[in-house]
């Protein structure tokens, strides 16, 4: 059995690795250890995450994926987490998670019976977390729009500052080479956010082209 621990953070700026030393604990209190870990800053809101689908392609039937928390897995829409729990229904994975008590014991052995009824049990109540998650999710941007609806209006709104750092050292990977991957893994940044240095990078070079050819 591996335990293959997944970390993620919604935006480049944030840390990803942060529940690392959570996670570390945890599965040492269960006398266990995390084989590999995978990490990246994406939006759980998104079922296209890179990271995500590679631990799910790396899985062997009754391997784990531990996160710290349902929502560092899933704040899905329903099609979309059913679309998900399918895959790793199909790839018999077992989904373990610290604020879920009921899939702690899915990493220690049972008889046939105990592991049937507690994977019954832990199925309902992820899909019961995985709900109430979104619910929050969906909560909070309605209330962040309206707090930038009122500060628009009020012309306080000045949307979120540019990490100029990290996005100049990106751009220096970036000239020497370094692959996406490297770069992501060095710096944390999303991959949306590489693509969008990448592109500014290009579209710094061509335009002195183009005005001296005008």
């Known amino acids: 059995m591996f335990i293959r621990a997944y970390l993620r953070a919604s935006t480049s700026e944030q840390d990803a690795s942060r529940a690392r030393g959570v996670?570390?604990?945890f599965v040492v209190e269960q006398g266990l250890r995390i084989a590999t870990r995978y990490v990246e800053n994406e939006s759980g809101a998104k079922l296209d995450r890179p990271e995500l689908f590679r631990l799910l392609a790396d899985c062997e039937p009754g391997d784990v994926l531990l996160v710290e928390q349902v929502d560092r897995l899933s704040r899905l829409t329903s099609p979309d987490w059913l679309r998900l729990r399918s895959l790793i229904d199909a790839k018999q994975v077992r989904i373990g998670a610290l604020d879920l008590p009921t899939s702690w014991s899915l990493t220690a052995?049972?008889?046939?019976f105990t592991g049937?009824?507690?994977a019954a049990v832990n199925a309902m109540m992820l899909d019961v977390l995985a709900a109430i998650v979104r619910k929050d999710y969906e909560d909070r941007r309605c209330r962040q729009a309206e707090g930038t609806a009122k500060a628009k209006?009020?012309?306080l709104y000045k949307g979120r500052p540019e990490n100029k750092t990290r996005n100049a050292a990106i751009s220096s990977l970036l000239a020497n080479g370094r692959s996406w991957r490297e770069i992501m893994d060095a710096t944390g940044c999303s991959r949306t956010l590489l693509a969008k240095i990448a592109r500014n990078r290009r579209l710094l070079k061509?335009?002195?082209a183009s005005e001296e050819n005008g």
């Open 153 to 155: 209006a009020a012309g």
């Open 109 to 112: 052995p049972a008889d046939e």
């Open 116 to 118: 049937r009824l507690f």
């Open 206 to 208: 061509v335009e002195p």
């Open 23 to 25: 996670l570390d604990a």
